[in-house]
């Protein structure tokens, strides 16, 4: 079973519009969340953390973390076509250092379209 | 300041021969991460080392799959006898120690098998 599990699969958006991706973890071990994004043809970038129950914003984007239910969400407000990739959220048993790995789940394939 | 850096961008092998994939971490990492990634599977961990020291190869292959980090600026991946089912995208990311440091991915090598 996957561990990480992410939704929808694929979202399309008008650009200016909100975007809003999914992420639940089924190990209780990992309480550390990030949100990475992928264009194509590049390695996967990291976007934000969040290892805190509630919101945490970073310009347009803002994720938030429901430790009880192990649920992550990110919402990307005034969405832009450059936005449009394929976003992963991973999550790790450690909150930082070089002490843990990343278990990333399949990833949303976000597009806006103009 | 450059980021990872993955060596060969692409590489194509013949069924059986062996394919090794290079991997230069940022400098003051101390953590690097080999994940690969295919369509069907996302992104899957393979193996980590922390100050050069193996950590954790959890998800490597045993029989044919090796890694090793010889000196803090490189890591390499070998592959011996490939099949075409190690076709992926070979991803390398580093680390700093400390919390809430991201592992930065480099821009992977495309191995094709044929």
């Known amino acids: 079973q996957q561990k990480v599990q992410q939704s929808p699969e694929s979202l399309s958006v008008p650009e200016g519009g909100m975007a809003s991706l999914n992420c639940t973890s089924s190990?209780?071990?990992?309480?550390y969340f990030w949100w990475y994004r992928q264009h194509s043809g590049e390695g996967p970038k990291a976007l934000m953390?969040?290892?805190?129950?509630g919101d945490k914003k970073e310009g347009r984007f803002t994720a938030h973390l429901n430790k009880a239910s192990l649920h992550v969400s990110l919402h990307i407000r005034d969405s832009q076509p450059s936005d449009s990739a394929l976003y992963f959220c991973?999550?790790?048993?450690?909150?930082?250092?070089?002490?843990?790995?990343?278990?990333f789940g399949k990833g949303t394939l976000l597009t806006v379209t103009p | 300041n450059a980021g990872v850096i993955q060596t060969p961008r692409h590489k194509v092998t013949g069924k059986g021969q062996e394919a090794t994939l290079w991997c230069e971490p940022i400098?003051?990492?101390?953590?690097v991460f080999w994940y690969r990634q295919t369509i069907v599977q996302g992104l899957e961990f393979l193996t980590y080392?922390?100050?050069?020291?193996?950590?954790?190869d959890s998800g490597m292959p045993k029989e044919r799959f090796s890694a090793q980090m010889p000196n803090q600026s490189h890591s390499t991946l070998k592959i011996q006898s490939t099949q075409p089912q190690d076709s992926a995208v070979y991803l390398c990311?580093?680390?700093?120690?400390?919390?809430?440091?991201?592992?930065?991915f480099g821009e992977g090598t495309r191995l094709s098998v044929l």
């Open positions: 991973a999550a790790s048993e450690h909150g930082g250092g070089s002490n843990y790995k990343l278990t």
């Open positions: 990311a580093s680390s700093r120690q400390g919390n809430n440091q991201a592992p930065l």
């Open positions: 953390s969040i290892f805190s129950d």
């Open positions: 190990d209780r071990n990992f309480q």
């Open positions: 080392f922390r100050n050069q020291a193996p950590i954790d």
């Open positions: 400098s003051g990492h101390s953590a």
